[in-house]
């Protein structure tokens, strides 16, 4: 079954960090571009940050704040979220295109297999 599984999110409070993982079964993330989305209630769902063909790109809000990583022994991208602030609260997801490059990552469309998302609250 070719699925991607978040964890990670939780409650922090302003200032701080959460690292959030997609761990991939049934497929070879190496090979994927892949993005980490985020929806906000009433809001759009909006790229923040994706790989491909090995260029890094993030959304300006989060720019110098989150870092994405991969771990390909264990088929697993990672979203290091630092300096938190209430305004990143959302739900988190990851996603992956078959295509390895892809222009645009940042956009929704065009992604194969989403997870499930996980919560992030930034809240004092």
Same mark, same amino acid.
Request: charge should be neutral; charged fraction near 5%; include cysteine.
């Given at each position: 079954q070719l699925q991607l599984v978040e964890s990670g999110g939780g409650l922090v409070q302003?200032?701080?960090?959460?690292?959030?993982?997609?761990?991939?079964?049934?497929?070879i993330l190496d090979y994927y571009t892949i993005g980490w989305f985020r929806q906000a209630p009433g809001k759009e769902r909006e790229g923040i940050s994706c790989r491909s063909g090995g260029i890094t790109n993030y959304v300006d809000s989060v720019k110098g704040r989150f870092t994405i990583s991969r771990d390909n022994a264990k088929n697993t991208v990672y979203l290091q979220m630092n300096s938190l602030k209430p305004e990143d609260t959302a739900v988190y997801y990851c996603a992956a295109d078959r295509r390895p490059w892809r222009l645009n990552c940042l956009g *929704?469309?065009?992604?194969?297999?989403?997870?499930?998302?996980?919560?992030? *609250?930034?809240?004092s």
């Open positions: 302003p200032g701080g960090s959460l690292r959030l993982s997609c761990a991939a079964s049934g497929f *929704t469309n065009g992604y194969d297999y989403w997870g499930q998302g996980t919560q992030v *609250t930034v809240s």
